[in-house]
């Protein structure tokens, strides 16, 4: 594909929903991340995926927060019984390899959440 | 701790003149560090980063490990770089290379 895709673009929930997010990554790459951000702020790490495997999650501010690669490409963020408080845009980055701190992250155009 | 600090959350110049937007880092072992741009209604997206040594659109950036900083710079500022601007670092912390962001400078460029 041209880029990282996500989807749904947008989503609005009420609190107490279950709400699921897409990744599409670039095809072919290994790293896989998720953002949080914020209204004003930088983005900040949720959890990582070297393929199929969730090798870091410590950025996950919950265990409301779950997330899944399980054929290693398309990944899915799920979070349950939302709060106000996980309004925020979240996303979705790949890139080729892992292990080197220069590699480029490609980042997707984002799903903003709207808890209400 | 791990952090990045971007000292402005606003930063307006007139068209031509240099521009500088600040980042420092706080980091224990040797990170990379990149500078991401995200223009109105776009995705974010690498403008440069320090491993490359390379100038994109006019824009460089010196890493300076003394004053552990990692400022971008542009002698001649252009309406077309009005953009949000965030520095980030990476390093084999959990061998993860996430990115640590910064909070973010906006650029406006007057004419």
């Known amino acids: 594909g041209a880029g990282v895709s996500q989807s749904p673009r947008y989503k609005v929930a009420k609190r107490g929903q279950d709400v699921a997010l897409r990744c599409d990554p670039i095809?072919?790459?290994?790293?896989l991340f998720w953002y949080q951000q914020a209204l004003g702020q930088g983005p900040e790490f949720l959890t990582y995926?070297?393929?199929?495997?969730?090798?870091?999650k410590s950025g996950l501010p919950s265990d409301r927060f779950f997330a899944e690669r399980p054929e290693g490409s398309v990944s899915t963020l799920k979070i349950q019984r939302t709060q106000q408080e996980d309004s925020a845009v979240y996303l979705c980055?790949?890139?080729?390899?892992?292990?080197?701190?220069?590699?480029?992250?490609?980042f997707g155009p984002g799903t903003r959440l709207t808890v209400l | 701790a791990q952090r990045v600090t971007q000292p402005e959350k606003l930063l307006s110049v007139f068209k031509g003149a240099p521009v500088e937007l600040k980042c420092n880092y706080s980091?224990?072992?040797?990170?990379?560090l990149f500078w991401y741009v995200q223009y109105s209604r776009q995705r974010l997206q690498l403008l440069l980063r320090?491993?490359s040594r390379e100038s994109i659109k006019g824009f460089t950036a010196d890493l300076n490990k003394g004053e552990t900083s990692f400022h971008l710079k542009k002698p001649f500022a252009q309406e077309e770089d009005s953009a949000m601007y965030y520095c980030?670092?990476?390093?084999?912390?959990?061998?993860?290379?996430?990115?640590?962001f910064g909070t973010g400078t906006r650029l406006k460029v007057l004419a």
């Open positions: 980030a670092l990476s390093g084999a912390t959990s061998g993860t290379y996430k990115y640590i």
């Open positions: 995926f070297q393929n199929e495997a969730q090798l870091d």
């Open positions: 095809s072919g790459h290994v790293s």
């Open positions: 320090h491993i």
């Open positions: 980055a790949s890139s080729l390899a892992s292990g080197v701190a220069y590699n480029e992250q490609f």
């Open positions: 980091y224990s072992g040797s990170p990379e």
